[in-house]
């Protein structure tokens, strides 16, 4: 089955940045569109990138201009270099597919942006 583990997370303050790394394994990933969620408490979760298995990408608009998706398919990893960080980018943020979503989520990977 489906597998992905998050990591890269951690405290830092407004305008810091912090590289995110998602391993999939249980799929083939170079075929697949991947992305990036987050959901802050009491929110929902929200799609905040993502890269199509040709590496085109597009964002959410609040992190346009600030946050980065790619990926290594060498790898099976999708990465989200994260600059410029608000307090409001904070939550726990977890990758899946891009296009349809897999059939189960990762642990996730807890971002806190101190202002």
């Known amino acids: 089955q489906v597998q992905l583990v998050e990591s890269g997370g951690g405290l830092v303050q407004a305008g810091g940045s912090l590289r995110l790394s998602c391993v999939a394994s249980?799929?083939?990933?170079?075929?697949?569109?991947m992305a990036w969620y987050r959901q802050a408490p009491g929110k929902q979760r929200e799609l905040v990138a993502r890269?199509?298995?040709?590496?085109?990408?597009n964002y959410a608009d609040s992190v346009k201009g600030r946050f980065a998706i790619s990926r290594d398919n060498a790898k099976n990893t999708v990465y989200l270099q994260m600059n410029s960080l608000k307090p409001e980018d904070t939550a726990v943020y977890y990758c899946n597919g891009g296009t349809g979503l897999f059939g189960s989520w990762g642990q996730g990977t807890q971002v806190t942006v101190s202002s």
């Open positions: 890269i199509t298995r040709g590496g085109i990408t």
């Open positions: 249980g799929i083939t990933f170079r075929i697949n569109d």
